[in-house]
């Protein structure tokens, strides 16, 4: 067993940049991977969201939109639209039976 402690140095593969801690070395691949991947910022919370459509769902937190909730089986809706398109297969499965 050897006592010597190691010094880690860790390197960012993308642009060489040595730094002492995993942590500041994620950090700063991050602003690498902000460079080629595009984020979509809340505007309201500054959260950042790879996706559009996370976004825009995380959104309606802030809007205090009531969510739709199917009045079949109860499941919740963001959009208005498509609730009413999820209840219509409800109504389509009614009229089979009927
Ligand atoms: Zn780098
Ligand atoms: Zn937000
Ligand atoms: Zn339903």
Redesign the pocket.
């Known amino acids: 067993m050897k006592d010597i402690v190691e010094i880690k140095q860790f390197m960012c593969e993308k642009c060489g940049s040595q730094f002492c801690g995993i942590g500041t070395l994620k950090k700063h691949l991050e602003s690498h991977s902000r460079i080629k991947q595009k984020e979509f910022n809340?505007?309201?919370?500054?959260?950042l969201f790879l996706d559009k459509g996370k976004?825009k769902k995380?959104?309606y937190?802030?809007l205090n939109v009531k969510q739709f909730e199917c009045f079949v089986c109860g499941k919740d809706f963001y959009e208005r639209s498509k609730m009413k398109r999820h209840e219509k297969t409800h109504k389509l499965k009614d009229k089979v039976i009927a």
């Open positions: 809340c505007d309201t919370c500054g959260k976004l995380h959104q937190i802030h």
